[in-house]
């Protein structure tokens, strides 16, 4: 019932805008040709000079190739977007709206299907180059923190929550192998670990992490949050946190301002381990000069979270035809081939290289992954994304308790 809710409310969305069959990808050859002269403003990160070193190719193959303008709206936090295309419907504005496509995932996509804020019904997979889709061995394509995608958003990138160390200051036989082994590392090595302050997504996904792991009832993480029990079920959490703060950079007092941000603090010697949502992360910094060449990585042998982040195309987007010219584009064996490579950004792809011509995959083959990228059997296992209702809740909670002390 919740998912027809979804998807009508996405279609009903679309037809407030007035664009119910306009730029329809079962069309494709008119979508292209509607997208001609079209400026796409897409809304995404953007905290990471190499990320938008590549979103700027991006916009220059879209306007090369199809006569679209890419125009990247950086941000610092997705709900900024979220909250424009909110106030826009609540203004009567459902049609030519300011944002036309968002980098998101997790409760973004959430928030954004449950109030019908999604251009659809299903598009994504009507995008020519859904053909190339890794759907089978990545479930979290078709579903989004326990949401289900609907076609609503396309794949853009593979994550999987990684740590790195400098294995000329590190050991790698003190290394820390769950939650708990990090405390005690910590209790041994103070002040030389931390993590950016929520509402930060990477500080946020650490939350999630030591609550996955912790979790006295881990099947309740993949449904919204029960209000009667929620105290105790994140209780674990808390204690940990309470425990592990005064152990901190700075005891707790100040925090990284993001992943960048760890990553420089790194490489200066303040912190001796940082992670990150991407496995070849480290290789990347290394590759652009960002972090010396002993850093390494490595994971909980008990699993860390993995997910996939997505685009998305608000139901009043101007550019509807752009954003999915582009979003196709995205999708494409090149871009995703361009945005593994480490030296680029290496961000993991969301294809089934078995479909791809032999051409295609030997590119893919080829890349050179970097001496500090764990190979897929070397990741562990990925843990299920908690319910997006917990991330809401458990920042709240942190900021309530913590977020004074800045």
Do not use: C
Not at 40 to 59: C, D, F, H, K, S
Not at 60 to 81: F, I, N, P, Q
């Amino acid at each position: 019932m919740a998912k027809r809710f979804f998807t009508t409310a996405a279609l009903f969305g679309s037809l407030l805008s007035g664009t119910a069959g306009a730029a329809d990808p079962a069309n494709w050859p008119g979508v292209v040709e509607e997208a001609k002269g079209e400026t796409v403003y897409w809304n995404a990160w953007g905290g990471a000079e190499n990320i938008n070193a590549y979103l700027q190719w991006v916009g220059t193959e879209l306007k090369s190739r199809y006569g679209v303008t890419l125009v990247h709206v950086k941000l610092d936090d997705t709900a900024k977007a979220v909250a424009t295309v909110v106030a826009e419907k609540a203004a009567g504005k459902n049609e030519g709206g300011s944002v036309d496509l968002i980098w998101i995932n997790g409760e973004n996509f959430a928030s954004m299907k449950k109030q019908g804020l999604l251009y659809g019904p299903d598009w994504a997979t009507k995008l020519p180059n859904w053909t190339y889709v890794d759907v089978k061995n990545k479930p979290t394509i078709l579903t989004d923190f326990t949401i289900p995608t609907d076609g609503l958003e396309s794949p853009w990138g593979g994550a999987k929550l990684v740590f790195f160390y400098d294995e000329a200051r590190t050991k790698k036989d003190v290394l820390p192998d769950s939650a708990a082994g990090l405390l005690d590392w910590a209790k041994a090595n103070p002040g030389r670990f931390s993590y950016p302050q929520p509402p930060d997504f990477i500080g946020s996904s650490f939350l999630k992490q030591v609550l996955t792991e912790l979790a006295p009832d881990k099947a309740k993480l993949l449904k919204p949050v029960d209000e009667v029990t929620f105290a105790a079920d994140v209780a674990p959490l808390f204690a940990y946190l309470d425990q592990l703060h005064p152990l901190l950079w700075r005891q707790g007092k100040a925090y990284p301002q993001n992943y960048p941000d760890m990553k420089q603090k790194l490489a200066d010697g303040e912190l001796d381990i940082i992670f990150a949502f991407n496995p070849s992360e480290a290789s990347a910094a290394i590759a652009a000069g960002e972090l010396p060449d002993t850093v390494r990585s490595f994971v909980f042998s008990g699993g860390t979270l993995g997910n996939t982040h997505f685009v998305a195309i608000p139901y009043n987007a101007k550019a509807k035809a752009g954003a999915l010219v582009l979003a196709n584009f995205l999708i494409s064996p090149e871009a995703q081939q361009r945005k593994q490579d480490p030296k680029i950004w290496g961000d993991p792809t969301v294809l089934d290289l078995a479909k791809l011509t032999p051409e295609e995959k030997a590119g893919f083959d080829g890349l050179d992954l970097g001496v500090a990228t764990l190979g897929p059997a070397d990741l562990g296992p990925a843990l299920d994304e908690p319910h997006p209702d917990w991330m809401t809740r458990i920042e709240a909670e942190w900021i309530k308790r913590y977020g004074a002390a800045n």
